[in-house]
């Protein structure tokens, strides 16, 4: 097996301004986390549920310095596996977490398909029980398997208009909320009252609240795909994804306001469908109930098919250089998309969606949503210590600096975030073990097979 050829020294096209990568961020992290999980959140915390995503939002801004000073440091598109490697360079553990990063893929996008089903049965008023929203999933990400397997011309002018479909629903529910509080349709002092289940403290009713909500705020990462079609990275990115994150993180308490002031907790946490029974609630009279199920619906699609993307990929990268079995490296000569690496991941999805939905009944969308930000916080405290690591390493253009305490602040409360003293569910920490575990068996599995010394992983050779 060999790799293919290396596109020599063409750099990528620079067509990214502070507009459009504005645009990007906020897409990637707008979709299932809010569109999905508001009444799990407030299902913790009763009606302060927009406490958790501020709390989120400041995890989330920790970790974003540290990515803005790696990514005006090496505008690479490689992210935490680059940096990671660059730091250590321990090929094991640049491998892992490339797993972990393509395992948050999985996850991701099985949370979205549940999210997708559950609306669509809302769109048509259909009352389905989890067994007919699980076979609704299993569906749905058939369809996004033969649209990957198909290829999908990924551009910029797709990302915006999807990102303002997104958007615009949320708008849609801040206004309509607004809206039926000043007709008096509200009780505000739900929004204000702290609520946890009887048995939880206080402490752990915030923290696993705060880790479900960090599921919404995920995205921002991806954005270091980009550096290298992004104009003068090191000036833009900074106060771009500052703006997006910020952005974001209004938009969240809006709507989590909204939603608490409109529908008691309770309600709000039983709904799969938390942002469709808002609007309900606030435009009875208005055909919101069927328009915003498909706006959801399209959020949703979009993050299952981007992670499903960026899964099989990451996959087929890392069969490609040798690390994992060769079979995954297989492309299909007529649509040249490496069809392989597709269905097994695929594969993975339906089996988590499955399992998941056995093992947790309702709490499906919460145990594969919080499993996706345990994955994405483990990466995320390497990511934070490897930019502590790499300030030995001087290079000659001008880029971003973060403080040192706040790097280490960050790595410390991911780390914190991924321990069981957040009143974690133990199937995020199941899945999420299984699924390194599975990783882990194929590197070995591969090693033993061929003979070799560990393979070398290049983390700017996956894409």
Same mark, same amino acid.
């Given at each position: ?43 913790? =915390? ?15 801004? /920790? ?42 893929? +999985? ?18 008023? #259909? ?16 369809? #996004?398997? +033969? =649209? ?27 206004? +309509? ?52 079609? $992004? ?31 409109? *529908? ?11 942002? #469709? ?16 199920? *498909? *706006? ?27 690390? +994992? ?9 007529? $649509? ?16 988590? *969606? ?86 882990? /068996? ?22």
């Amino acid at each position: 097996m060999t790799d293919r050829p290396d596109s020599g020294d063409t750099p990528l096209k620079r067509v990214m301004g502070p507009k459009l990568l504005l645009l990007f961020i906020v897409g990637d992290i707008l979709g299932t986390g809010v569109y999905a999980l508001t009444g799990q959140v407030a299902g913790e =915390v009763g009606g302060a549920a927009w406490a958790p995503f501020l709390a989120a939002f400041f995890i989330a801004l /920790l970790t974003a310095f540290s990515y803005l000073e790696l990514v005006t440091k090496y505008p690479r598109a490689a992210g935490a596996a680059l940096y990671v490697h660059k730091a250590f360079g321990l090929h094991f553990l640049t491998f892992l977490v490339c797993f972990t990063v393509m395992c948050s893929g +999985l996850t991701s996008a099985s949370t979205a398909s549940q999210a997708f089903a559950a609306n669509l049965f809302a769109a048509f008023h #259909v009352e389905a029980n989890p067994l007919w929203v699980t076979l609704g999933a299993v569906g749905f990400m058939l369809l #996004v398997m +033969l =649209v990957n397997l198909r290829g999908v011309s990924e551009s910029v002018k797709t990302n915006v208009v999807l990102t303002l479909v997104e958007l615009g629903g949320l708008v849609l529910v801040i206004l +309509l909320g607004f809206y039926a509080m000043s007709r008096g349709g509200a009780d505000f002092s739900r929004v204000v009252a702290f609520e946890t289940p009887e048995d939880k403290s206080v402490f752990l009713a915030i923290t696993s609240a705060t880790a479900l909500a960090f599921y919404a705020m995920v995205g921002f990462e991806d954005s270091v795909n980009m550096a290298e079609e $992004t104009h003068d990275p090191h000036r833009i990115f900074p106060k771009v994804l500052l703006t997006g994150l910020g952005f974001t993180a209004v938009i969240y308490v809006l709507v989590s306001i909204c939603a608490v002031a409109l *529908i008691p907790v309770g309600e709000l946490a039983s709904s799969s469908t938390p942002l #469709v029974l808002v609007v309900k609630r606030a435009a009875p009279g208005l055909p919101t109930e069927t328009i915003m199920p *498909i *706006i959801s619906m399209f959020a949703v699609a979009n993050s299952a098919l981007i992670n499903m993307m960026m899964a099989s990929r990451l996959l087929y990268g890392m069969s490609r250089q040798g690390v +994992l079995p060769g079979f995954l490296s297989h492309v299909h000569e007529r $649509t040249q998309t490496p069809w392989s690496a597709i269905v097994f991941t695929t594969v993975l999805a339906i089996g988590l *969606i499955v399992l998941v939905t056995a093992a947790s009944d309702s709490e499906a969308i919460r145990a594969l949503g919080g499993t996706t930000a345990l994955l994405l916080l483990a990466v995320f405290a390497f990511v934070n210590v490897a930019v502590l690591v790499l300030r030995r390493d001087r290079v000659e253009h001008a880029h971003f600096r973060t403080s040192a305490p706040v790097a280490a602040l960050g790595a410390l409360v991911c780390l914190f975030m991924v321990t069981p003293f957040t009143g974690r569910d133990t199937i995020q920490y199941e899945v999420a073990g299984w699924l390194l575990v599975l990783g882990v /068996l194929m590197w070995g599995l591969n090693l033993l097979v061929h003979r070799k010394a560990p393979a070398h992983l290049d983390p700017e050779r996956l894409r």
